[in-house]
């Protein structure tokens, strides 16, 4: 493997870590959304609904071109990549991006977004579960934590709409 190669290599699996936090020995999925938390919590504030979409349209991408590489040195899906929960766990505020837009009155939302998505993440029901089971491959890593964001976000949106 040459020089040029190592660099690609120590690239990709840095994004899909998340630089190193997929390497976090226990619950290495939670850490890798729990550190995406201030990062949501600035681009929802500054940008809303729109900032969620940019970031998680780029680190999708980002992740998915990573995980091939990473993939080819790992089993499918490993702990380490982390960067799926990043996109999911952003997504979870995309329905509420324009609610929390300025605002930190209601800051416990995240909290309950965190736990809405790592529930579903968790429990792979649906979408999640077949993107989980079914596409083993870059896609199928990312994809069902988009999912499981997805429907953390509907009922965000509920949440919302009662309070």
């Not at 429990?123 to 089971?133: C, N, P, Q, S």
Request: overall charge neutral; charged content about 15%.
């Amino acid at each position: 493997m040459n020089n040029l190669s190592k660099l690609y290599k120590f690239i990709c699996y840095t994004i899909c870590s998340v630089f190193g936090v997929g390497f976090c020995p226990k619950a290495s999925g939670t850490a890798g959304s729990l550190v995406t938390i201030p990062a949501v919590a600035f681009i929802v504030y500054h940008y809303g609904w729109l900032g969620i979409v940019i970031f998680a349209t780029i680190t999708f991408l980002l992740g998915t071109l990573a995980s091939v590489e990473v993939l080819k040195y790992t089993e499918h899906d490993p702990s380490l990549i982390v960067i799926d929960e990043v996109v999911g766990q952003t997504l979870a505020f995309l329905l509420i991006g324009n609610k929390l837009q300025g605002n930190l009155e209601h800051w416990w939302l995240y909290l309950v977004g965190f736990g809405l998505f790592r529930l579903f993440d968790i429990k792979k029901m649906g979408l999640v579960k077949y993107f989980d089971e079914k596409v083993l491959n870059a896609w199928g890593v990312m994809t069902d934590d988009v999912f499981a964001g997805l429907y953390a976000t509907i009922i965000m949106y509920f949440i919302v709409l009662f309070i």
